[in-house]
């Protein structure tokens, strides 16, 4: 079936050829005339299988028969998936001239209150800065969210957990109510909470709440072309280790991704990395926007082979042609391993995993094996002896002297302020509400 014989409009239909786009998706297929038709819908499927397509395709579509302000707004947990995000609304819509605003962290607060004052058709933002805009930009930045036409939850399981909550019903409640707005929810994770959706009472004049799930997690969890090891190590030298691993004959020469659990250790590995000469990029949340976008602009143009990333990369970006992924911290969470490791092996090539498994992370690593129903290989080559001989000086030094350097810089100052004034805004509520009962 075409993307006509779903019900595109002949405009976004050609502009999906200009952009080499011929033939729908499976979760293309499904979820397009189901949300042309009315419906709220839950799209499951792994990244890369053109979710955004999914939604952003009937929705331009409507737009395009009825423009009038803000038609829809898409929330994602990211920054990077907001941008890429918006980058599909416009290279879709450059023919159409869809106007498009991101509302994001790290950006001028006052520039993006102008933006929303001007009434763009389509805003893509993150939860926390749009919660930002609505306790402090004033009525007009977001009059026109009140009208919106369709709300889309993109990476929804993660938008819908607990570190989201508070921000996701700030701006639920500047929205239309449900019945009066269309909701779409994508996720390469499908949890039993979102399919629970299908099972809510049909609210009077709304059609049935559409799922479909393309390939479950479950039946994908490793493809079969990802080759799985693991390297055991002392918690203390494991940067000693990434060294030498590294340094393999079959990994010199391949793109990577090596993921962390924490900020900090991510800004110590390029630093260190660097020291080392490697070509490397990173990605976490002390960085200022423009600097993360650089990082993921150079990594995709080969500009750096290594990509260190914390958990912000795991999901959703397109990130091509990556030949290795590194678990440098192992994740706590199994169905966390199976995204970061989707970096690689993807569309049918090969591709390897390795994770630096510590004394600390038994635990973790026989949950993800569980999960992925595979037992990790040992990694050859990664000699104790070795180690010590070619990479623990070399890999020491360099890491002295990334420390000094941070604390040279106040890395992380901002994010200690920032906490500060949030546990002081807490304490502020807590006081004020505690006034208010003792008047009653």
């Given amino acids: 079936m075409s993307f006509k014989e779903l019900g595109l409009s002949k405009w976004l239909v050609e502009s999906l050829e200009a952009m080499k786009i011929f033939a729908p998706t ?19 499927a792994k990244t890369g299988s053109g979710k955004t397509i999914a939604f952003a395709g009937p929705m331009l579509t409507k737009w395009s028969e009825n423009p009038f302000g803000i038609f829809g707004l898409i929330l994602t947990p ?16 450059a ?15 006052v520039k993006q209150a102008l933006e929303l004052t001007k009434r763009p058709h389509f805003v893509i933002a993150t939860p926390g800065r749009l919660a930002d805009h609505i306790l402090n930009s004033g009525e007009e930045a977001i009059a026109g969210l009140r009208r919106v036409k369709y709300l889309v939850l993109d990476e929804a399981d993660r938008l819908l957990s607990n570190s989201f909550s508070s921000d996701l019903d700030r701006c ?107 070509r490397v990029a990173s990605l976490h949340s002390e960085m200022p926007q423009t600097e993360r976008t650089n990082s993921l602009h150079r990594f ?54 390795v994770s630096m498994v510590t004394e600390k992370d038994i635990d973790r690593v026989h949950s993800i094996e569980e999960r992925i129903n595979k037992k990790m290989d040992l990694l050859e080559g990664v ?17 002295r002297e990334a420390h000094l350097e941070m604390e040279k810089e106040n890395f992380g100052e901002r994010k200690r302020i920032n906490q500060k004034k949030h546990g002081l805004d807490k304490d502020i509520s807590k006081v004020t509400k505690k006034k208010s009962k003792s008047k009653n």
């Fill in 95 to 109: 023919n159409a001239n869809v106007k498009v605003a991101v509302i994001v962290g790290g950006e001028d607060i």
């Fill in 78 to 93: 990211t920054r990077e998936l907001a941008l890429q995000i918006a980058e599909q609304f416009a290279a879709l819509g």
């Fill in 26 to 44: 499976q979760i293309q297929s499904a979820c397009i005339p189901a949300v042309l038709e009315g419906r709220d819908c839950v799209g499951g």
């Fill in 172 to 278: 639920f409640k500047v929205l239309p109510l449900s019945e009066k707005r269309q909701t779409l929810l994508f996720t390469a994770t499908v949890t039993d909470a979102i399919r629970a959706l299908k099972d809510k009472p049909v609210v009077e004049g709304k059609l049935p709440v559409f799922i479909h799930e393309v390939e479950t997690v479950d039946k994908v969890a490793i493809p079969s072309t990802l080759l799985v090891y693991y390297t055991f190590l002392p918690s203390y030298v494991k940067e000693a280790y990434l060294h030498s691993i590294l340094k393999l004959t079959k990994y010199e020469k391949s793109t990577a991704v090596i993921f962390v659990n924490r900020t900090r250790t991510a800004e110590i590995l390029r630093r260190t990395l660097r020291k080392l000469e490697f």
């Fill in 383 to 399: 000699d104790d002896e070795d180690v010590i001989r070619d990479s623990l000086n070399v890999t020491t030094a360099a890491k």
């Fill in 300 to 353: 995709k143009a080969g500009a750096a082979s290594i990509l260190i990333a914390t958990d912000v990369a795991s999901r959703g970006l397109d990130i091509p042609s990556v030949d290795l992924v590194i678990n440098f911290d192992i994740p706590a969470d199994p169905d966390d391993f199976i995204h970061r490791v989707g970096r690689t092996a993807r569309a049918g090539r090969k591709g390897d995993a």
